[in-house]
């Protein structure tokens, strides 16, 4: 059975720092991509970090770049978004995605999503 599941979530100053993990089962984790979305109220989903399948080829969207670090841990099948000098306007939640192929067939997974609220 396949799961992405997500933590690290939570409430926080801003300014301050958060790292969400997500942890994979079910799937061959070391051949996929990884990816983080977020989602504000009233906002479509928005890509905001992508690593490649070794984790060596990162990118990051253009309003988190120098704040957000996306890391991925194939001897434990754990992805991370390091986030730090957060901003009210990161609160959303967050998503993990984990994308690879298989010969010609696309996989697809997504994680339930951890809510993420930057307040003072």
């Known amino acids: 059975q396949v799961q992405l599941v997500e933590s690290g979530g939570g409430l926080v100053q801003p300014g301050g720092s958060l790292r969400l993990s997500c942890a994979a089962s079910?799937?061959?984790?070391?051949?996929?991509?990884m990816r983080w979305y977020r989602q504000a109220p009233g906002k479509e989903r928005e890509l905001v970090a992508a690593?490649?399948?070794?984790?060596?080829?990162?990118n990051y969207a253009d309003s988190v770049k120098g704040r957000f670090t996306i890391t991925k841990d194939n001897a434990k099948n754990t992805a991370y978004l390091q986030m730090n000098r957060l901003k009210p306007e990161d609160t959303a939640v967050y998503y993990c995605?984990?994308?690879?192929?298989?010969?010609?067939?696309?996989?697809?997974?997504w994680g339930q999503g951890t809510q993420v609220t930057v307040s003072s």
């Open positions: 079910g799937f061959s984790f070391s051949t996929y991509a």
């Open positions: 690593t490649s399948s070794t984790g060596g080829v990162k």
């Open positions: 995605n984990a994308f690879g192929w298989v010969g010609t067939t696309k996989y697809d997974y």
